[in-house]
């Protein structure tokens, strides 16, 4: 059964904003540590944040550090990434993941995945 679904994708001109969310079953959300990944065309898909399973931890890659925010809403299951001045070259589907290993940037660390949102960035 579907596990991680994420939804909040879009179009947005570079320098707006957009909140993914992504509603994980009860068991998922409390036993793993969360992720969002991403996946330009033609590209791997890259690690973009990370979120312990305290909620108190958190990771960013470098280029969206100071503009992209992940957070946990426990009393809906849902993990948060919020998008703030977004450019053009964050355009890519975005997928939310859970893993037990916290913070790792490696795909197979991460045992569910969502199907992704599309979010596109126009300069």
């Known amino acids: 059964q579907v596990q991680l679904v994420e939804s909040g994708g879009g179009l947005v001109q570079a320098g707006g904003s957009l909140r993914l969310s992504c509603a994980a079953s009860e068991r998922i959300f409390s036993n793993y540590h969360m992720g969002w990944f991403r996946q330009a065309p033609g590209k791997e898909r890259e690690f973009v944040a990370a979120l312990s399973r305290s909620g108190i931890l958190t990771r960013y890659i470098d280029s969206v550090k100071g503009r992209f925010t992940i957070s946990r809403d426990n009393a809906k299951n849902t993990v948060y990434l919020q998008m703030n001045s977004l450019k053009p070259e964050d355009t890519a589907v975005y997928y939310c993941?859970?893993?037990?290993?916290?913070?790792?940037?490696?795909?197979?660390?991460?045992?569910?995945w969502g199907q992704g949102t599309q979010v596109t960035v126009s300069s």
């Open positions: 993941a859970a893993g037990l290993v916290y913070g790792s940037w490696s795909r197979e660390d991460y045992q569910y």
